[in-house]
T-cell receptor, first 112, second 117 residues
Framework: KQEVTQIPAALSVPEGENLVLNCSFTDSAIYNLQWFRQDPGKGLTSLLLIQSSQREQTSGRLNASLDKSSGRSTLYIAASQPGDSATYLCAVTYSGNTPLVFGKGTRLSVIA | GAVVSQHPSRVICKSGTSVKIECRSLDFQATTMFWYRQFPKQSLMLMATSNEGSKATYEQGVEKDKFLINHASLTLSTLTVTSAHPEDSSFYIC?????????????FGEGSWLTVV
């Protein structure tokens, strides 16, 4: 069974700190991997998408890396801000037509 | 950028009635849409894959006669919760695949809160 695991489940940091969220997947034959942000009671916002042939993607203060062979991805957030507080979800897909398989997410709180 | 619209955002219905949730891709054609369900503080659970012009593919344990999915056009898929019960109260989210380019990016709607009383 394809599974996605995210560690830690919850994280609280002071404002300004750099942080790393971890994601691992059991089947390394992924098509691509996406990181999403979800605010309480809201839908998902796509943050970064990494194709299986890529090793990282960057957007502003966010950097996502992918090590396909070891089945791991990390999301690095630089200089965290209270507005970054949300749940971050990692998801993989195994072909161009199959649905995403989600992890349970990491709930991030950035304290001012 | 691509946008997926979901309506209604919140709905309250009486037990035993049916509720329809719409999912629209606003600036791209989506041959495939996905419906997810999310319980509080849990991750998204795939319910079914909706394919335009054909029957939806349901995940194991999801009752196809209770959760009716129709994908009648390339921009619209609907989920109808039939004979709703309080245990159907949940957050339902749709997503649509944008196959343009090489990304096959999936975009999500804002979700629909269903409360059955």
């Amino acid at each position: 069974k394809q599974e996605v695991t995210q560690i830690p489940a919850a994280l609280s940091v002071p404002e300004g700190e750099n942080l790393v969220l971890n994601c691992s997947f059991t089947d390394s034959a992924i098509y691509n991997l996406q990181w999403f942000r979800q605010d309480p009671g809201k839908g998902l916002t796509s943050l970064l998408l990494i194709q299986s042939s890529q090793r990282e993607q960057t957007s502003g203060r966010l950097n996502a890396s992918l090590d396909k062979s070891s089945g791991r991805s990390t999301l690095y957030i630089a200089a965290s801000q209270p507005g970054d507080s949300a749940t971050y979800l990692c998801a993989v897909t195994y072909s161009g037509n199959t649905p995403l398989v989600f992890g349970k997410g990491t709930r991030l709180s950035v304290i001012a | 950028g691509a946008v997926v619209s979901q309506h209604p955002s919140r709905v309250i219905c009486k037990s035993g009635t049916s509720v329809k949730i719409e999912c629209r891709s606003l600036d791209f054609q989506a041959t495939t849409m996905f419906w997810y369900r999310q319980f509080p503080k849990q991750s998204l659970m795939l319910m079914a894959t909706s394919n335009e012009g054909s029957k939806a593919t349901y995940e194991q344990g999801v009752e196809k006669d209770k959760f009716l999915i129709n994908h009648a056009s390339l921009t619209l898929s609907t989920l109808t919760v039939t004979s709703a019960h309080p245990e159907d109260s949940s957050f339902y989210i749709c997503s649509a695949r944008d196959a343009r380019g090489a990304g096959n990016t999936i975009y999500f709607g804002e979700g629909s809160w269903l409360t059955v009383v």
